[in-house]
């Protein structure tokens, strides 16, 4: 198959192909990268709250490679390699195919509420961290709703003592029906993180909007994180770009592109080289 004479139509459906194998590939066999990280986040500051040595335990240098990972290529593992986002995805989708079945438009959360509902994800992180260092976090056992799901990813279903975090699971998940990428955008402490995180310039999404249809806002439409991408010559980086690569498919005039000349993002050689760059530092941690 020849690309080069694919229509923008047809690239942009591999470009989803290729985008929901290398999740599910990486939801099936690498599912637990999520947790391993942020136990690194709560290690770290269980042993400062103790007064402790942090050590290089598996946990953080988990969580220290994904960052330094995420600081230079933006939250490509987000995008395409967190179990939990890739839940999210599919949960979302199969609601929205749902309603289509039945001819009802699907029921969207008012965009005011979710401008206000992105920042609870500091405070989730805030407070696991104060609970942490403290001393006291494990006094909370059953109440995430990640690691019930990481149960039940491993085939595990005796969640005794775990109603809690299984009513949190729940409940995110109907929020996944209703905002593409609910938990990430609003509740995920990692996605905190990652937020916070100095992105390289290299591989950041700018768009050239002098370029621009006038009024056309179909890049922020079509982002899950309803976010304006920065305009070119400008320092800003989108620390809420999951790198889904969503908005470079549906610019009509193929203005956004990254901070490198020629190379927009969602080139397939780009992408499954990214994928597997990951891939190879997962399987180094061993995780």
């Known amino acids: 198959m020849d690309i080069h004479n694919l229509t923008a139509k047809d690239i942009k459906k591999l470009h989803i192909w290729l985008r929901a194998l290398i999740q599910i590939l990486y939801?099936?066999?690498?599912?637990?990268?999520?947790?391993?990280?942020?136990a690194g986040v709560k290690y770290i500051f269980t042993q400062i709250g103790a007064g402790g040595k942090v050590a290089m335990t598996t946990f953080v240098t988990v969580l220290v490679v994904i960052c330094i990972y995420t600081i230079l290529f933006?939250?490509?593992?987000?995008?395409?390699?967190?179990?939990?986002?890739?839940?999210?995805?599919?949960?979302?989708?199969?609601y929205v195919w749902i309603c289509k079945k039945m001819k009802k438009k699907p029921f969207q959360i008012a965009e005011a509420w979710t401008e206000k509902l992105c920042y609870l994800k500091y405070i989730v992180l805030a407070l696991i961290s104060i609970l942490c260092f403290a001393g006291v976090y494990s006094k909370a056992k059953?109440?995430?709703?990640?690691?019930v799901f990481s149960m039940l990813h491993a085939g595990n279903f005796k969640l005794g003592g775990y109603l809690v975090g299984l009513v949190l699971l729940v409940l995110i998940l109907v929020g996944m029906c209703f905002e593409e990428r609910f938990f990430c955008r609003n509740f995920c402490p990692m996605g905190a993180v990652f937020s916070l995180l100095?992105?390289?310039?290299?591989?950041?999404?700018?768009?050239?909007r002098e370029n621009?249809?006038?009024g056309c806002k179909a890049c922020t439409k079509k982002c899950p994180s309803n976010i304006g991408l920065p305009e070119d010559g400008s320092p800003k980086?989108?620390?809420?770009?999951?790198?889904?690569?969503?908005?470079?498919?549906?610019?009509?005039?193929?203005?956004?592109?990254?901070?490198?000349?020629?190379?927009?993002?969602?080139?397939?050689?780009?992408?499954?080289?990214?994928?597997?760059?990951?891939?190879?530092?997962?399987?180094?941690?061993?995780?």
């Not at 987000?78 to 599919?90: I, N, Q, S």
């Not at 059953?142 to 690691?147: F, I, R």
């Not at 100095?198 to 050239?208: E, I, K, M």
């Open 27 to 38: 939801f099936l066999f690498i599912p637990s990268v999520y947790t391993a990280a942020f």
């Open 74 to 94: 933006g939250r490509f593992f987000c995008g395409f390699a967190c179990a939990f986002g890739t839940m999210g995805d599919g949960v979302h989708a199969l």
């Open 142 to 147: 059953g109440t995430s709703p990640w690691d």
């Open 198 to 208: 100095p992105v390289l310039p290299f591989f950041a999404l700018h768009r050239d």
């Open 212 to 214: 621009c249809i006038k």
């Open 237 to 287: 980086i989108e620390g809420d770009c999951f790198q889904c690569q969503k908005c470079i498919d549906t610019c009509p005039k193929g203005n956004i592109h990254t901070g490198v000349k020629g190379l927009r993002g969602n080139e397939f050689w780009f992408t499954i080289l990214r994928a597997v760059i990951l891939l190879i530092l997962l399987l180094w941690l061993g995780v």
